[in-house]
């Protein structure tokens, strides 16, 4: 006994499928307030997810292998156009138990004695022509096979759900799957509904041909099944992409990233112009400059380290001044290393020297400039 009507009672299924999350989350919500956005914890729901899935692809598995959509065209190995008469009797000869046709069977034979309804058996389905007593128009039939295809990409929208719910580190992954899952909707229907189909006559075939028409609700079927089988797999079994944490958070971090380095660029600068203020410290600075200096020019003159240079594509020319002249000139502080700096630009450099010389006039672009020169010692008295 149908609940509302026999035209509304199979869309109940698919109605309660669409209801339901809503209604669960509407009711998380009035239970628990919403959490601050952290780190995917290491997928403590991966394990039941598995067992869901590994439950969602046996169900397709069985429906490709044992449940396929009947076609008694594809099954007796017919012609769509074949008569009345000769169904019947390869029916009953592949049938030997029975001697007579079902009652539905019968009904069917009496449907596709019509043109039209063996082209709506191409596209909407042998199902949909035995079970439609209403349909009488091409709509008719295509309201009829809505609601369980639509059930179908449900359940399957809901396994993409569950498979990129918060906590499995694939949450990224749900727009893209069901952005998939509405296009495949949209051209499957699309194209059930005006693909053109063309029965040709009697008279000119009476062998099946399995080129001739394409059973396309059959083929349509087919790829749906495949395509559910395969994306909650893919998303599944794929590694999960790196954490990307909210802007919010990102914005907050860089700030106080940006001001540390704003202090530290001033104190930088500051701690530089005193440094060649105090006797003690200048002389400090200086030694610690030779030192630098005399270790850089021994590890630039080496043979081993110049070779493995070359190789890398960071080769090295040794300055003018060499070892032994790098300490005297370094005594004399920042002034002697410009113009050290300024009589080496017309040698010929190497990678090296190249890429820290552009690193150097790119930091004077941006406003960084070199400390002034020191005072003479007659006027550092105080």
Known sequence: MPLLSASLDQWLPTICSLLLPFIVRFLFKLRSKKKQSSPPAPAPLRTPISILLALYTLYHLFNILFARPPNLFTSLQLPLNAP????????????????ALPPAFEKLLARLASVDARTMLVRFGQRAVQTCTHCTSETDYALHVLAPTLLSYTLAATMLGLVTIHGTARESRRGLSIMLLIFSALAEAYWAYTVPIMI????????????????????????????????????????APPYTPPLRTTLAAFSRTSDSIVARTHLLRLSSTGIQRAPELRTRAAEFWARDRKLGDAIRLDSDVRAVAEREGLGITPGGGGVGGGAAKTQSGSQDHVEST??????????????????????KEAGLKPPPPPPDAGTVSK
Not at 84 to 99: E, G, K, M, P, Y
Not at 207 to 217: C, D, K, S
Request: aromatic share 6%.
């Open 84 to 99: 009345q008469s000769v169904i019947r009797a390869a029916f009953l000869r592949n049938d030997s138990d029975n001697t």
């Open 200 to 239: 040709p006559s009697r008279q000119k075939h009476h062998q099946f041909n399995g080129n001739e028409i394409i059973m396309w609700h059959d083929v349509l079927w087919s790829l749906r099944q495949a395509l559910f089988l395969a994306l909650p797999l893919t998303i599944h079994l794929l590694p």
């Open 342 to 363: 300024q009589d080496r630009t017309s040698e010929v450099e190497g990678a090296l020297h190249k890429a820290a010389r552009g690193a150097v006039v790119s930091l």
